[in-house]
């Protein structure tokens, strides 16, 4: 897709335009368009087809606002097989960034194993921005960084919506390999014999069921600055979870191929890194299995001893994710030693009850870092909540014959039991960690997005990284 700015609309291309619920259309009857968020309205007029993209009460828009309504009209155009696309950014010409990334995140669909017949024949080519009379330059600087946000959002999605099948560890250290080379980045993997050498406890333990062997992987962004402060960014990218040998109940197993989403936000956090630039040092780890029941696989009972030497006592096999995250987050306390730590994960269904499927969980002990969060989901459209972290759930993870175990107590507040298994690896160094279950994926459409992987994590962490 190529993205340009203008000050006139172009003559040729099918035109968005934001309308508020005060900018009202001439002869439309209220009935069939009123300017209401993530409505939409078409006509042909002078030849052309116009998308009028509701943006709600003209006091309430924000960057946000603006994201879902590009992305809600250009999913619409994209559907309808349009080439060339003309967006009047008008009066909100500052929001040419959310603009751009909407426009990305509409226009994508997962189409790899559609028959020829039932994919589109035409995807959009070009998106025209026109911006009026103002700072241009300023207004092409937020739409690339738009297209670097998008971009980085669909590489993430189109390897989430990818199957078991295609995206297991082996395939998805491939793929970051190809990023890092395609962005010089650095990439190193642990294949089977260097897991074992370097004892990846953790990884082995939940990877053993499987005929497709872990992987760990490790990618590095260099700024080139002198003093410029280093953060890990871990993720969970489990390419399947039956469970293991605590198998999982057969009712939406197959959603299970998001479980790799935390480790596919790392991928797209990285590349939007480099190219954007930024001014810090950012070393982007993922811990890859496949948690499959078989006679190798780990079974409840046993104790697994993880990267950093501390032992975990498994009593379910099918809390695996923050078990391949102990080695991660070992990994990068021990040899990385970074200045902060963030992890992503699709970690625990108990998240998922406590906020829904539209805000991810925060965890971080630091209360300025938390409100930093939730202002930047609030812009990012990457939404999170606070969640707890405290010595009342970290007592719910000792263990009488290990380091800690990987279940609490009793079922409740799972999402927060499992932040304080993860805290154990941390030590002191400043942590956040964000529960994505609820959000990385959407188990039906919605207006500016197709169902599928959503790519969360990505454009919040990013923008996380770009103020720190
Ligand atoms: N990958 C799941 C968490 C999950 C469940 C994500 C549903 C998205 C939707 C994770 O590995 C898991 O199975 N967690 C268990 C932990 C439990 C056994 C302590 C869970 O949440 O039920
Ligand atoms: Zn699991
Ligand atoms: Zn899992």
């Not at 030849?47 to 960057?63: C, M, N, P, T």
């Not at 670097?148 to 995206?167: F, H, Q």
């Not at 700024?223 to 280093?230: F, L, M, S």
Request: with cysteine.
């Amino acid at each position: 897709m190529k993205i340009s700015v203008t000050d006139k609309r172009p003559a040729k291309g099918d035109v968005i335009v934001l309308t508020s619920e005060e900018g009202k259309l001439p002869n439309v009857p209220e009935a069939e368009f009123k300017g209401a968020a993530l409505s939409l309205y078409s006509e042909h007029k002078d030849g052309r087809r116009v998308v009028y993209a509701g943006l709600g009460k003209a006091g309430e828009i924000k960057s946000d606002t603006i994201r879902k309504a590009v992305g809600a009209a250009v999913k619409k155009l994209a559907g309808l097989e349009v080439a060339s696309v003309v967006l009047e950014l008008d009066k909100y010409w500052a929001e040419a960034q959310a603009a751009v990334e909407g426009a990305y995140i509409g226009a994508y669909k997962y189409e790899e194993f559609l028959p020829e017949e039932r994919r589109r024949k035409i995807a959009i080519k070009s998106i025209t921005l026109v911006a009026g009379k103002t700072n241009l330059a300023k207004v092409r600087a937020a739409a690339k960084e738009g297209e670097v946000l998008g971009e980085a959002t669909n590489l993430v999605r189109k390897l989430g919506d990818s199957p078991g099948n295609v995206i297991y560890p082996e395939t998805l250290a491939t793929r970051a390999q190809q990023v890092a080379k395609a962005n010089g980045l650095s990439c190193k993997v642990w294949t089977d014999a260097a897991l074992k050498k370097d004892k990846f406890g953790g990884l082995l333990a939940v990877g053993g069921g499987s005929v497709r062997g872990p992987r760990f992987i490790e990618m590095r962004y260099n700024c080139r600055k002198a003093k410029a402060p280093t953060i890990a960014v871990v993720g969970k990218a489990i390419t399947f979870d039956t469970g293991g040998i605590s198998i999982k109940p057969d009712s939406a197993m197959d959603e299970m191929k998001f479980d790799k989403m935390g480790g596919c936000a790392v991928l797209g956090i990285m590349q939007a890194v480099a190219k954007l630039k930024l001014p810090v040092n950012v070393v982007g780890l993922i811990s890859s299995a496949e948690n499959m029941p078989d006679g190798a696989a780990y079974r409840p009972g046993d104790i697994v001893t993880t990267f950093d030497g501390q032992t975990v006592e498994v009593l379910n096999t099918d809390a695996e994710g923050r078990i391949v995250l102990a080695d991660a987050l070992g990994y990068a306390r021990t040899r990385v030693k970074p200045d902060y730590m963030i992890d992503m994960a699709t970690l625990t269904g108990a998240v998922v009850v406590a906020l829904g499927m539209d805000r991810a969980g925060v965890f971080t002990e630091d209360e300025k870092r938390r409100m930093q969060w939730h202002k930047l989901g609030e812009q990012t459209g990457d939404r999170v909540w606070p969640m707890p972290v405290g010595d009342e759930y970290d007592e719910q993870v000792k263990s009488d014959i290990a380091t800690v175990k990987n279940l609490g107590n009793s079922r409740w507040g799972g999402a927060c039991t499992a932040a304080s298994f993860l805290k154990t690896w941390v030590g002191d160094i400043p942590w956040t960690h964000l529960d994505i279950a609820g959000t990385a994926w959407a188990t039906s459409a919605k207006p500016y997005l197709e169902k599928g992987a959503t790519g969360a994590a990505v454009r919040l962490v990013t923008a996380f990284l770009k103020e720190f």
